[in-house]
């Protein structure tokens, strides 16, 4: 199955949920865990499961995904057949842009027809699991079926922001509702309801046939969840593949962290002591690209001065704690945290320095931000909003000023 299976991994979205964040670089390119990018769980799933034949479909704000699929993800031989090829929009097969995910798929039909193939595994790129996608792959084929949809148990109350399949005894899918208000139950637990994660796998000649009539259909939006799928269920063999999660916790794993209050609640897990998504299994990597830095190091200790500490939290390489305290936090490479400042449940993105006697507590603070002497940061949420993006729940947001990269750009055009 693995050498007839090419991968599409979408990547393309705005990410308009995760704003700020999403304001100068494509959702799948956003730090998480400190030292990875979001895009990079999926990637690392696909090379678990030893699929490495892969496009990536890119178009919104593309430029640091692509410099980090180029600096990190070199591990393919050309010579054994395997690939990573960015496709970024080239407006083929007509004048405008991606407009959904059916249709970024559909204007780069004559790459996916260019390879030889007998089953398309399209992903996102901006979604949290573990998964080995042979086995799917293998229930699809021994089910003979036209296509299979990865599925997984959820809360009635949260099923409705997901398509909500229906199926019968053998998982071949007999309903299907795109975030419908009343989600229908799982008939295994009528608390819960099947939804799809995103996950599909077509027989090549179907998916073709199916993009190019979703793409003479006026009325469509051209979407695999509202429009491509729901016409297919009925004269198709379409089936279920229930979710096999290899992050080896009792609860199955697979997160959308499409909003601030998702992501943020993603990351502070994995300081806890026990995170529901382990990054240290040995036996399910995820890979990434690291930049060459020195060790973290943790300085004052001698007597009169504060001690540089950090508590229940992930740091990563190239940090210095100087004198400062750092609690239930992440902090990716490159920071520099100054004397008698305090840090508390905040994620910090790479090249940030937060100046002495600062605090900041509930808080992310985006790449190469340089917070000045006595910063207050989450204290107060209505001073904050002034200045800063604040969420529904009261997650402070601070991205560079806008006005550095006018800045740049006057200076550019004027030749200085």
Known sequence: MVPDTLVCLLAGGAGERLY??????????????????????????????????????????????????????????????????????????????????????????????????????????????????????????????????????????????????????????????????????????????????????????????????????????????????????????????????ENKKEAKYWRDIGTIEAYYEANMDLVSVSPVFNLYDSDWPIRTYQQQYPPAKFVFAQEGHRMGIAIDSMVSMGCIISGGRVTNSILSHDVRVNSYTEVDNTILFSHVTIGRYSRIRRAIIDRAVHLPERTEIGFDLEEDRKKYHVSESGIVVVVPEERMFEDRRRAVSSGE
């Open 20 to 245: 700020p964040l999403t304001r100068d670089r494509a959702k799948p390119a956003v730090p998480f865990g400190g030292m990875y990018r979001i895009v990079d769980i999926t990637l690392s799933n696909c090379i678990n499961s030893d699929l490495r034949r892969i496009f990536v479909v890119t178009q919104y704000k593309a430029l640091s995904l692509n410099r980090h699929l180029r600096e990190g993800w070199g591990i393919f031989s050309d010579e054994l057949g395997e690939f990573l090829q960015v496709l970024p929009p080239m407006r083929r097969v007509g004048e405008h842009w991606y407009q959904g995910t059916a249709d970024a798929t559909y204007q780069n039909l004559y790459s996916l027809g260019s390879e030889p193939c007998k089953y398309v595994l399209i992903l996102y790129g901006d979604h949290v699991y573990k998964m080995n996608y042979q086995l799917m792959l293998q229930q699809h084929v021994e089910a003979g079926a036209d296509v299979t949809i990865g599925t997984i148990e959820s809360d009635r109350a949260t099923a409705s922001q997901f398509g909500v399949v229906e199926v019968d005894k053998n998982n071949r899918i007999v309903g299907w509702e795109e975030k419908p208000a009343d989600p229908k139950p799982s008939p295994r637990n009528p608390e819960k309801s099947n939804v799809s994660m995103g996950i599909y796998c077509f027989n090549r000649d179907l998916l073709i046939e199916a993009l190019v009539s979703d793409a003479g259909d006026p009325d469509s939006s051209h979407d695999f969840g509202k429009d491509v799928i729901p016409k297919l269920f009925e004269k198709k063999r379409v089936y279920s593949y229930d979710f096999h999660d």
